[in-house]
């Protein structure tokens, strides 16, 4: 009995591993946020107000600036004191197109097709995921022909990652542009070319998936892929599945995420079934990921990190939320070479930041 349970439990700890993992096959960044945030903390203002009983003093509060919200310790918004959760890691995941689409020597790196934030609450015992647009315009900084910063430019999120730099540069760019744009602190970021994918997917033997919009229009090879149909998808289509955006009955970019996370189920539950058949291939699993997968960080965090975090989660029996994408209350754009604008609402942001980095202090 101890035996099967041991099995179980090591299933379920890799299972979950590759829920990030899956998501860093499909270019992701591990991004951590050191939860303690400012120390300094807002002190609420006190007037004097006149009551019927007579003269009272008491707290009136203020709002806390925008620029507090999602760094402070504790802020207030809408007359709300809110104090920072603690114990929380937050990881940024980045996946990059390794194809250069234009001839300007500076876009070398990558697009940053895919992006997702992680928020990990150890008191709370969750996993929130939140799903970023690439399409989001935030200011960032720009770089030269021979990677030496050149200023800084309001781009698509998608370009901080696309400039001629190193790697490592590459993804800092990125983590930076995703803390201006949700006022957020990053320190780890772990990034994979979306052309990676081929490896991953042939390394565990496909991705079974069912197709949400027809994309017979691809070319022959997808022929089959007619909306509703179950698909195995082999490393050479992966990587079109997960990008394609042009010949597809529903090209959106928000279709697109949609079949990215279609594809990190499928990734998944195919690695489960390997782990079933074979327990010597969570070495090759891990192999191949760190084959695969750039790890970056300010605070030291690595792979064994991630093993030690993941497995903390799983013994715990944390809730994983259903990743969410604040597109709601957005508002779209085309500019003069007719590519895709968006601009986050920010009362939607700063409610997703109150919701859950924060809690209300009674």
């Known amino acids: 009995m101890r035996n099967q349970n041991q099995t179980k439990h090591k299933q379920h700890v890799f299972g979950f591993v590759l829920l990030l993992a899956a998501i860093v096959a499909l270019g992701v960044a591990l991004y951590l946020i050191n939860a303690g945030g400012d120390e300094a903390s807002d002190q609420p203002a006190s007037t004097t107000a006149t009551t019927q009983s007579g003269t009272a003093t008491r707290k009136v509060l203020e709002d806390s600036s925008r ?4 760094i402070a310790t504790s802020v207030v918004w809408n007359g709300q004191r809110y104090r920072k959760r603690a114990n929380q890691d937050l990881c940024l995941l980045i996946g990059y197109d390794t194809e250069t689409h234009v001839d300007d020597q500076r876009y070398k790196g990558g697009l940053a097709d895919f992006l997702v934030l992680v928020v990990i609450d150890y008191n709370g015992r969750t996993v929130n995921l939140l799903q970023i647009d690439r399409d989001t315009m935030v200011r960032m900084k720009t770089y030269d022909n021979f990677g030496q910063r050149s200023g800084s430019k309001v781009y698509q999120l998608c370009i901080a990652h696309y400039f001629l730099a190193t790697p490592a540069v590459k993804a800092a760019n990125t983590r930076e542009a995703v803390e201006s744009l949700l006022n957020l602190q990053i320190n780890v970021t772990a990034s994979m070319g979306l052309t990676s994918i081929k490896a991953l997917t042939d390394g565990i033997g496909g991705v079974t998936v069912t197709v949400r919009d027809d994309m017979t229009g691809l070319g022959e090879e997808f022929e089959s892929f007619e909306q509703g149909a179950t698909v195995t998808l082999t490393g050479d289509m992966t990587e079109r599945y997960v990008r ?11 279709s697109r995420m949609m079949r990215q996370r279609d594809f990190i189920d499928g990734f998944i539950s195919q690695v489960k079934a390997r782990i079933r058949e074979d327990s010597g291939y969570l070495k090759k699993l891990d192999t191949l990921l760190k ?9 030291n965090y690595g792979w064994g990190w991630i093993y030690t975090t993941l497995n903390k989660i799983d013994s715990q029996d944390f809730t994983i939320s259903e990743p969410v994408m604040l597109n709601k209350n957005g508002s779209e754009a085309r500019n003069a070479k007719n590519n895709r604008e968006f601009y986050l609402n920010d009362d939607e942001v700063i409610e997703w930041v109150l919701a859950t980095l924060y809690q209300p202090e009674k």
């Not at 394609?244 to 928000?254: D, M, P």
């Open 291 to 299: 084959e695969n997968i750039l790890m970056t960080s300010t605070s």
């Open 244 to 254: 394609a955006r042009k010949g597809i009955t529903e090209g959106s970019n928000v």
């Open 67 to 70: 620029e507090d919200i999602g």
